[in-house]
């Protein structure tokens, strides 16, 4: 009898430390490295500093009252830090973004492993970078679904895309920054605006066939 219990103990004890284990896997953390890389627009390639190499950044995707890891990785030339706009943060600011009023930047070469703590939020929101202008190319779309067990407040979409707005500027854009900080007026307006890193047909060298069609319904905060 004590070696069957020990026996049943044993394989208890194997199933929940490799259930432990799949939990971890499911858990683990984004990875962004911030970098600069080399983007053509508007007919002329500069560098820009980018999330992974990508422009604009990785979706995250998350359900809500989740809780995700972010290791932020700054292999760029700037401070910077990373705001998640949109979401509460609730009792725990200290990972919120804006530098030097609840945390201190991340420096080149620097890490920092940044929490996210998902409330009440559902649709989609986004995160951006939160330090001078880095925020011109630093930024990307998060998707909050529903609960698990739960479903969207309308029949489910049948695609969802993340359509997002920005703006590019020719010249680098620190110098940009750096011209209207210096000068006290407004920054100078970009050359062109952009949906999902893209000017669009009407400016010169644009990528052929970048076009959405779709149907928008006004029912907040979800576009589908």
């Keep these: 009898m004590w070696f069957g219990n020990k026996i ?6 194997a199933f929940l430390l490799f259930d432990g284990l799949y939990c971890c896997q499911l858990s683990d953390p984004y990875r962004f490295v911030l970098e600069e890389a080399p983007y053509t627009r508007l007919c002329s390639t500069k560098n820009i500093l980018t999330v992974n190499g990508e422009f604009p950044g ?7 009252g989740d809780q995700i890891t972010v290791d932020v990785y700054n292999k760029g030339k700037y401070n910077v830090t990373i705001h998640w706009h949109g979401v509460n943060q609730l009792r725990y600011p200290w990972s919120d973004g804006p530098e030097y009023i609840t945390q201190c930047p991340i420096q080149p070469g620097g890490k920092f492993s940044q929490k996210l703590i998902l409330s009440t939020e559902e649709g989609t929101i986004w995160w951006h970078a939160h330090s001078n202008w880095t925020r011109a190319t630093v930024y990307g779309a998060i998707f909050v679904y529903p609960k698990p067990g739960t479903t969207y407040p309308f029949p489910k979409p049948d695609a969802e895309v ?4 920005g703006g590019w500027w020719k010249r ?18 970009s050359d062109a605006f952009t949906i999902n890193g893209q ?16 149907l928008v319904h006004c029912i907040a905060p979800y576009i589908y």
């Design 199 to 214: 000017p669009g047909d009407l400016y010169p060298c644009s990528k052929s066939g970048f076009e959405y069609d779709g």
């Design 172 to 189: 680098d854009i620190m110098a940009v920054y750096e011209q209207f900080i210096a000068t006290g007026g407004v920054p100078n307006q």
């Design 162 to 165: 993340p359509i997002i707005l």
């Design 58 to 64: 990785p979706t995250i995707r998350v359900n809500a």
């Design 8 to 13: 049943f103990i044993t394989c208890v004890l």
